[in-house]
């Protein structure tokens, strides 16, 4: 019975329900693979980011700045930032190998219909340097890091 539940939730687009706080979202399946990119080795970025705890205040910095961006702030208004806060962090502490998973939709997914240009991804690119440079993140490894985001651009921005 367990093994036929296990089959059944890692084939199906899974209708989990929404955890709380958060807005529901049309059924989608998980797999790590949707964070976009694969997970540095060894624990050096985790321990640059300042651990699980540093990346939490980084995306909560992150996330909120975007929000209110005189630039970017339409986009994401009427978004579910509880939502967003979770996945956020979930993707970029799996990306930096500091011990989770991701459970959110593929970026392609996840920006559909949005009508995002290069010029928003710029001014979120600067928003995240912001908010690592607040948290001390080395200057290398920031570098790194977005050298791993920078290939989303084609599944996020519109053309
Ligand atoms: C490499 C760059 C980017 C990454 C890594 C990224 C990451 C994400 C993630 C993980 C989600 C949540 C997926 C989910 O809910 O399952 C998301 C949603 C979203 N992103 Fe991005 N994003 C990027 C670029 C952008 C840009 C440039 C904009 C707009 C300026 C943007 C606007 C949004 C909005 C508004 C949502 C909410 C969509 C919804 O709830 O339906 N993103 N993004």
Do not use: W
Not at 9 to 34: F, H, K, S
Request: charged fraction near 20%; hydrophobic fraction near 45%; include cysteine.
């Amino acid at each position: 019975m367990m093994v036929l539940l296990s089959i059944l939730l890692a084939t199906a687009q899974v209708a989990a329900p929404a955890p709380q706080g958060e807005e529901a979202v049309a059924p989608y399946r998980v797999d790590p693979a949707n964070a976009g990119a694969k997970p540095f080795s060894g624990d050096r970025m985790a321990r640059q980011f300042g651990g699980q705890p540093g990346i939490r205040r980084i995306v909560d910095s992150f996330v909120t700045s975007n929000f209110a961006d005189p630039h970017i702030g339409e986009i994401f208004k009427n978004q579910d930032a509880v939502r967003l806060r979770r996945v956020i962090f979930e993707q970029f502490c799996y990306i930096l190998n500091a011990g989770c998973t991701y459970t959110g939709r593929d970026m392609r997914t996840a920006h559909t219909n949005m009508g995002v240009q290069q010029a928003d991804m710029n001014r979120l690119v600067e928003n995240l340097q912001r908010a690592m440079a607040t948290e001390r993140v080395p200057f290398a490894a920031q570098n790194r890091f977005l050298a791993k985001l920078a290939p989303m651009r084609s599944a996020v921005v519109q053309r």
